[in-house]
T-cell receptor, first 114, second 108 residues
């Protein structure tokens, strides 16, 4: 375990479903991130939160909705997804936004949209 | 904007041979650079980082990386590859910009 826990590990959902991905860290980190990893594509930074405030949103479709209720938890709410949204979704955390200490990643949620 | 590039999608080496995974950077000022490794169905794991000081940085699992300012490179190296080193390797900047990844395959 890295200290960043993601649940569920695997998720299969229909295009009309609503589901949520959860990320939890107890490392005392102040910044948390969502990434999308698709086959043969670079990692895509989706959302960045610092001290529970969203600081970056990289043109992500509105069918993805993040929530950061406190510095230890990060959610990604999913609704009316498309098959091309199937990917590995990675959560990461860091001490702060400066990045000097590096990042700790969870093991990811493998999402399949059918 | 800061960015890194990994020019090779795939690197194949024989076990026991030295390996190099390439990364070039485009960063203004003094760069902070990182290497991460991803094993199948897992998240990324931190390997090593360069912030300042010695150009040769040593990290986990016997890996090291050489920061070369004149060539704007930060190549990952290991003197003797293991089959268990087979994985996906990512170079990254301090603001979470990752390269596309290089798949390393070490054959017995």
């Amino acid at each position: 375990e890295t200290g960043v826990t993601q649940t569920p590990r695997h998720l299969v959902m229909g295009m009309t479903n609503k589901k949520s991905l959860k990320c939890e860290q107890h490392l005392g980190h102040n910044a948390m991130y969502w990434y999308k990893q698709s086959a043969k594509k670079p990692l895509e930074l989706m959302f960045v939160y610092s001290l529970e405030e969203r600081v970056e949103n990289n043109s992500v479709p509105s069918r993805f909705s993040p929530e950061c209720p406190n510095s230890s938890h990060l959610f990604l709410h999913l609704h009316t997804l498309q098959p091309e949204d199937s990917a590995l979704y990675l959560c990461a955390s860091s001490q702060d936004l400066s990045g000097g200490y590096g990042y700790t990643f969870g093991s990811g949620t493998r999402l399949t949209v059918v | 904007a800061q960015s890194v590039a990994q020019p090779e999608d795939q690197v194949n080496v024989a076990e026991g041979n030295p390996l190099t995974v390439k990364c070039t950077y485009s960063v203004s000022g003094n760069p902070y650079l990182f290497w991460y490794v991803q094993y199948p169905n897992r998240g990324l794991q931190f390997l090593l980082k360069y912030i300042t000081g010695d150009n040769l940085v040593k990290g986990s699992y016997g890996f090291e990386a050489e920061f070369n300012k004149s060539q704007t490179s930060f190549h990952l190296k290991k003197p003797s590859a293991l089959v268990s080193d087979s994985a996906l390797y990512f170079c990254a900047t301090e603001d979470m910009r990752f390269g596309a990844g290089t798949r390393l395959t070490v054959k017995p």
